[in-house]
């Protein structure tokens, strides 16, 4: 299995929209890696995670067969995760699409209403786009990957989620805009069969002293890795990867953060960054 992340920042994005301070400046400056558009991954260049107003750029600058996508797990209804009016330019005539297929948008309540609430508006056929409701703890599938939502500690009204994806004896897990999961997560966690292949943390506040609930800092992440080591969720072999960045962050640039990182043995991503498992 490969994910590749298209977008690693957090709301404002690196540099932030308006921001003027010396991390964005620096960004702006140094450009590469240093750049952080809005999150957003693929699996396997077809199964999309999250529709956040960059997946337009994301397009863009990584060729991403859009037409050709049928599914996209969406992990929760913030803005920079999930931006629904660019929806209907998946209507026919806004897109001509040789062979059709729907794009099927899967998420908890928040992102439900708002797709669903979009199609009606602009009478979008299940022709063209469908939405459909997941259930918690629980296993389904999209073209062959055996999904599973969980609840995460973020703002409760965006009804987020975290999401488990196996396939072939692989497992991925896909965790931001998170922090410490709630226990009916761990608990699912704790039933797992064998260590997930790899699990992308949420680390908005890099090495900011922060403890609220919604986001998580490398202090945070570290006790979180030994926590799901304990549970068996994880082990030596897990690959750990920091995602989800503020420009509000102490030390987030990529060249500072990677290298704090890799001396505790996480992988910090960054916007295009292609992992196998
Ligand atoms: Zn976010
Ligand atoms: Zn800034
Ligand atoms: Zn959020």
């Known amino acids: 299995m490969k994910i590749q992340y298209l977008g690693t920042a957090a709301a404002e994005g690196i540099p932030a929209i308006f921001c003027d301070c010396k991390t964005c400046q620096k960004a702006r400056k140094l450009g590469g890696?240093?750049?952080?558009?809005?999150?957003?991954?693929i699996i396997d260049d077809r199964l999309l995670i999250d529709f956040p107003a960059d997946?337009?750029?994301?397009?863009?600058?990584?060729?991403?067969?859009l037409s050709k996508i049928q599914n996209c797990l969406i992990t929760h209804s913030h803005a920079d995760h999930l931006y629904p009016k660019e929806l209907h330019m998946r209507k026919s005539g806004f897109a001509n699409i040789a062979?059709?297929?729907?794009?099927?948008?899967y998420s908890d309540k928040s992102g439900f209403d708002?797709?669903?609430?979009?199609?009606?508006?602009?009478?979008?056929?299940?022709?063209?786009?469908?939405v459909k409701?997941?259930?918690?703890?629980?296993?389904?599938?999209?073209?062959?990957?055996?999904?599973?939502?969980?609840?995460?500690?973020?703002?409760?009204?965006?009804?987020?989620?975290?999401?488990?994806i196996e396939k072939d004896g692989k497992t991925l897990f896909y965790s931001n805009d998170t922090s410490e999961y709630p226990p009916e997560s761990m608990e699912y966690l704790k039933t797992l069969k064998k260590p997930i292949d790899l699990i992308s943390l949420d680390c908005t506040e890099a090495c900011n002293n922060a403890t609220y609930i919604?986001?998580?800092?490398?202090?945070?992440?570290?006790?979180?890795?030994?926590?799901?080591?304990?549970?068996?969720?994880?082990?030596?072999?897990?690959?750990?990867?920091?995602?989800?960045?503020?420009?509000?962050s102490k030390n987030v640039l990529y060249k500072d953060f990677v290298k704090i990182a890799a001396k505790l043995d996480f992988e910090v991503s960054y916007d295009g960054m292609v992992i196998e498992i």
């Open 33 to 41: 890696k240093e750049i952080r558009t809005r999150s957003q991954a």
């Open 55 to 65: 997946t337009y750029m994301h397009f863009l600058q990584y060729n991403l067969p």
């Open 99 to 105: 062979e059709n297929s729907p794009l099927v948008f």
């Open 114 to 130: 708002m797709i669903s609430e979009i199609k009606k508006a602009g009478v979008i056929s299940d022709d063209d786009l469908q």
């Open 133 to 164: 409701k997941i259930s918690l703890n629980t296993p389904f599938n999209v073209d062959g990957y055996s999904v599973t939502a969980l609840r995460a500690a973020h703002a409760d009204v965006t009804s987020p989620v975290v999401y488990l």
């Open 214 to 248: 919604g986001h998580l800092s490398l202090e945070r992440c570290i006790d979180l890795r030994k926590t799901l080591i304990e549970i068996g969720a994880a082990d030596k072999n897990t690959v750990f990867v920091l995602n989800h960045f503020s420009h509000n």
